[in-house]
């Protein structure tokens, strides 16, 4: 017999038997939650989806025999794959992923249609009472005991209308509740699942949001978005009708009240319970409040709210809590100031804005006017010049600097900012030569945009 460790749980889960013929036996107290796991594992695997078989339960129903699944858990597969300091998720957990989010919408919709609502625990709906739950669970455990200064009923009104907004969702499918990478075993490959004990009725947003934002899962925003694109196509073979603004609006409302729940647990079991190994998803969770808050889609304002999440994004000791560097995100830009200042979206407003107006101008040669900094003939005519070589190292040194800075205090955006009259050649230009520094860097994700230039296209001949 061997124990077998429960993350974040009170039961005791032990390894019985020898080599091909062991079960996994598991002792709790919570004959309630017992209650809704058994039933829901009878179900699940009736209708044909790859949770553990059950083989008994003893007369107190405290105890029970399931399949053994193995060790390795969706979260193994990806850190295992990933190595040290990556954040791409590799060939062999992309496959799994994507299994995942089609087999979700059968739980949610096909097989959740016929659920033993009796059984559901704590309640039989995500309804007011337990969103209320988890954002109180977050208000008290983590901006309380993190020390977050906040208007205490000004947020409790943003609470309110941020549960107001998230009762307006269709809520009659299977909420899985904590649909995450640590509760997906994998074996051969294929992906099977366990922890739905908290299952209940809700929303279908919700689950894919609990994936997508696993906090130390670290996924990259662009793989989210290609997930989340297929679990809808995958949700609507199963008969569920998708109009996406609104779908997208409901997702981030989920979304952040997800994000808060997790924060709420992180701060329950390490600031209150002294657990400190809970304290390392903290930095993860601050990324995902930043990436959410910079593409908002739910239509709700939530101004208090907003500024308590700006100074969790802002607090460098809360990004220090990890014992591991994370990944940056540089964000590089080129501009107009006839046009102003571009926006800072990262949340924590740091970053640099370089004026490029110094610099000898292309544009005003006819032959370069219509082209942008980026074409090779105006690329040649920069780099003519020495003054142009020295503005470009002196801010690659600078940046280089802060960089290797910010990741040591685990802080996750960077932007960078080039001006110059028109938007069109220097900026350009000295963007896109820092983003090709900075591309393939360990650790750093680069992406580029240019907010104000024009494209012309070459007339046809």
């Known amino acids: 017999m061997a124990a077998l ?14 080599r091909s013929t062991t079960v996994v036996g598991v002792v709790n107290a919570d004959i309630a939650e017992n209650a809704a796991f058994l039933s829901f594992s009878r179900h ?4 044909g989806l790859p949770v553990p078989q059950i083989f008994a339960t003893n007369a107190a129903s405290d105890a029970y025999l399931e399949e053994d699944l193995g060790d390795l858990t969706l979260f193994d597969l990806l850190v295992r794959e990933r190595g040290a300091g990556g954040r791409a998720v590799p060939p062999a957990a992309r496959a799994v992923y994507e299994k995942v989010v089609e087999i979700l919408p059968f739980f949610q919709v096909r097989a959740g249609r016929d659920i033993d609502e009796s059984v559901c625990y704590p309640r039989a709906r995500f309804d007011r009472q337990s969103m209320c739950w988890d954002l109180n669970y977050f208000k008290y455990y983590f901006l ?29 499918s299977f909420l899985y509740r904590d649909f995450q990478s640590r509760n997906i075993m994998v074996r051969d490959g294929e992906p099977w699942f366990i922890d739905y004990q908290g299952g209940r009725r809700g929303a ?19 793989f989210r978005e290609a997930m989340l694109e297929r679990y809808m196509a995958a949700l609507a073979k199963q008969g569920v009708r998708i109009e996406r603004d609104e779908f997208l609006g409901y997702y981030d409302g989920f979304t952040l009240i997800r994000i808060l729940q997790a924060m709420g647990a992180y701060g329950f079991r390490g600031f209150y319970e002294r657990k400190a190994h809970f304290l390392q998803s903290v930095p993860y969770a601050i990324r995902n409040v930043e990436d959410l808050l910079s593409r908002w889609r739910a239509p709700v304002k939530l101004p208090a709210l ?31 100031y006839k046009r102003g200042l571009p926006a800072d979206t990262s949340g924590h407003g740091g970053g640099f804005v370089f004026d490029c107006r110094s610099l000898p101008n292309p544009g005003r040669d006819a032959a370069y006017a219509t082209m942008a900094g980026d074409d090779p003939a105006v690329v040649a005519w920069l780099e ?32 960078v900012a080039f001006g110059c ?21 360990e650790g750093v994700q680069v992406e580029l945009s240019h907010r104000d230039v024009v494209r012309v296209a070459t007339p046809p001949r």
């Not at 906040?150 to 269709?170: G, I, K, R, S, Y």
């Not at 279908?204 to 662009?222: M, N, R, T």
């Open 384 to 415: 003519a010049y020495d003054e142009v070589h020295g503005f470009l190292a002196r801010a690659r040194e600078m940046i280089n600097h802060v960089i290797d800075a910010y990741r040591k205090r685990r802080f996750t955006h960077l932007s």
């Open 421 to 441: 009259t028109g938007g069109q050649h220097r900026s350009v230009y000295c963007a896109t030569q820092l983003a090709q520094h900075l591309h393939g860097r």
């Open 144 to 172: 309380k005991l993190a020390q977050i200064p906040f208007h205490e009923q000004a947020v409790e009104n943003d609470f309110a209308e941020l549960v107001d907004f998230l009762l307006t969702a269709p809520s009659d």
């Open 44 to 47: 699940f695997r009736t209708a």
């Open 306 to 336: 907003r500024e308590a999440l700006g100074r969790i994004v802002q607090s460098t000791r809360l990004r220090e809590l990890t014992t591991t560097t994370t990944a940056m995100t540089v964000r590089i830009e080129s501009f107009s």
């Open 5 to 18: 460790r429960a993350h974040g749980s009170e039961r005791r889960i032990y390894r019985l038997g020898e």
């Open 204 to 222: 279908v947003h919700y689950d894919i949001a609990s994936l997508l934002v696993d906090a130390k899962a670290d996924l990259p925003q662009e």
